[in-house]
């Protein structure tokens, strides 16, 4: 048998308990014999020659196996182009990860690592298995997380990503592959690797590289999305139950309600899943996680439920425009394809509000954030930092940079956040002596060559000046309702955000139904929503049960 990957060797002889390869009874299970004869009854037994191959990195929809005797070879491919056996599955387990729940591409390849007998179940058997057998069903959903996840940590099955760490395409290409769950490796010029890619590729930075010796210059999101088989294949004639346009809370609940009630669903985002919340690095009031949870936690979460229910997502593809045609609505999107739906649900939330500044979008990604998270914590090391808001997102980023910088500097206009922030919050900023409030402040000027190097911090009232050398600024003062797309398809409020329920006189008792009958809205694009990430989520949930009922209302006008 061939020998193990060292990251796993490694994980074996580690004692980091969160590593997904040193729980090896979890990551992979061995199946008792009452289980193996229940799963064996939903697929068809093959004998295998050794050196079958099974499935190939890059393809769409493989099948699921089950070893009754004999193993197989889970391998993935070196930058040089060499191929390594990841892991070696045998008797009575099984193959598989996350995107088994999934059509995107698959990231490793498998063969027989000698003569087998095999059980194998095709993409429809392997749901009605895992949703009928729900011991064995729990049992792989936690082992296909936490490949993933090994994946990840140990940066196996991915991309090389090469480019400095804070150049603003560098930190996109990072966060949109980050918050899909994409393994990556970051390397930088001065590397002895970085500089072999650099001298073997040419041409501009970032560079991608994939396993099989592919190399994209600076792709832009929606393309590298493509190239690496993110998007899933849509079919144009094809009608579903219920589209979602919006993967933050609202939209991911919905998603997750719709499709576990047998509505076909797909789920229709810009970027990745989580939206703004996404985007969080702890939320600690919501509610069942006492502890606290990152929004790409939380997110992700959802993202693997409705994919375990059947639901289908369309990632790094934003909707450009809808129609109302015939009994369903036709829903553009961007690169040209069409969605067609019986129903829809505006989850698409809100785009994050810019400083009006010179040189501003300049230094957006050069220094300037929207987001506090594990990705931009590295960048603010041994400096001081500057949040600008008095809600929550920046009572959250400031609190967690914290523990990063050597101090940070909050900017609100007025005269304080007791009234915009959660108490936790503004306890913790007072306590902090690693945090200054600054009241009735607004910054009036960047300064920075390539990079964001200097504020300048004006006070409102006294309209005295001083400079601060800070290289990174955190924006979180609210966004504006992510509406421009719908043109006049459904009324909005002064601000741009939907109306629903009476404000919108809808042919409908839901609170959720806008001004057009079959299309909702909810989470924070709704005018008059509360801004949380658990009312988000309430409403997503709720509104699936008005769905039903405009679906069964139509119906019965059918007949």
Not at 138 to 146: D, H, S, Y
Not at 540 to 545: D, F, P, R, W, Y
């Amino acid at each position: 048998m061939p020998k193990k990957d060292t990251a796993i060797e490694a994980a074996r002889r580690s004692v980091d308990s969160s590593d997904p390869y040193v729980r090896e009874q979890q990551t992979f299970p061995v199946l008792d014999d009452d289980q193996v004869a229940r799963l064996r009854g939903y697929g068809t037994v093959e004998n295998l020659a050794k050196g079958t191959v099974l499935f190939s990195r890059g393809e769409r929809g493989v099948d699921f196996f089950l070893i009754l005797d004999g193993s197989i070879e889970i391998t993935d491919s070196t930058p040089d182009g060499d191929e390594i056996v990841i892991t070696t599955h045998a008797r009575h387990q099984f193959t598989g990860e996350l995107d088994l729940f999934n059509q995107r591409k698959i990231l490793v390849g498998g063969r027989t690592g000698e003569d087998s007998r095999l059980v194998r179940l095709t993409r429809e058997q392997f749901r009605r298995m895992s949703s009928t057998e729900q011991d064995i069903g729990e049992l792989v959903m936690r082992a296909f997380i936490l490949r993933r996840t090994a994946f990840i940590v140990h940066s196996e099955a991915g991309v090389t990503l090469v480019g400095y760490k804070n150049d603003r395409d560098v930190v996109r290409i990072n966060r949109f592959l980050s918050r899909n769950g994409y393994p990556l490796t970051v390397l930088e010029p001065g590397t002895s690797e970085g500089d072999q890619i650099v001298k073997q590729q040419g041409g501009d930075l970032p560079i991608i590289c994939t396993p099989d010796g592919q190399a994209f210059h600076n792709p832009a999101t929606a393309e590298l999305a493509d190239l690496l088989g993110l998007t899933e294949e849509l079919m144009d004639d094809h009608i579903y139950d219920l589209a979602v346009v919006g993967a933050g809370p609202a939209g991911l609940s919905a998603c997750v309600y719709g499709a576990s009630e047998a509505l076909d669903t797909i789920v229709i985002e810009a970027e990745a899943p989580g939206g703004q919340a996404g985007t969080s690095s702890k939320i600690e009031n919501y509610l069942g996680f006492p502890t606290g949870i990152s929004g790409q936690a939380l997110a992700g979460r959802a993202w693997i439920q409705g994919q375990k229910f059947g639901a289908t997502f369309a990632i790094a593809r934003s909707a450009t425009g809808i129609d109302v045609d015939g009994g369903t609505f036709r829903l553009t999107l961007e690169g040209g394809n069409t969605v067609v739906s019986r129903t829809v649900i505006l989850a698409c939330g809100a785009t994050y509000r810019r400083l009006d500044l010179p040189n501003y979008e300049e230094f957006e990604g050069q220094g300037i954030h929207y987001a506090a998270t594990a990705l931009e914590a590295p960048f603010c090391s041994g400096t001081e930092v500057a949040v600008i808001g008095g809600g929550n997102s920046a009572g959250q980023a400031a609190v967690f940079l914290a523990r990063h910088a050597n101090h940070v500097h909050i900017l609100v206009r007025g005269d304080g956040i007791a009234d915009s922030m959660s108490n936790y919050l503004v306890n913790r900023i007072d306590q902090s002596s690693r945090i200054t409030l600054h009241t009735h402040t607004e910054l009036s000027a960047l300064q920075g060559d390539r990079m964001l190097e200097q504020l300048t911090f004006r006070n409102r009232q006294t309209g005295d000046e001083e400079v601060k050398d800070v290289s990174n600024l955190f924006v979180m003062i609210g966004a504006i309702p992510n509406t421009g797309w719908m043109g006049d398809c459904v009324a909005l409020d002064d601000k741009g955000f939907v109306l629903t329920g009476h404000d919108a006189k809808a042919d409908s008792t839901s609170p959720f139904a806008t001004s057009i009958s079959g299309i909702f809205a909810v989470g924070d694009i709704r005018s008059g929503s509360v801004k949380r990430v658990a009312s988000g989520v309430g409403e997503g949930s709720v509104c699936i049960s008005h769905v039903h009922e405009y679906l069964s209302a139509r119906e019965e006008d059918a007949d």
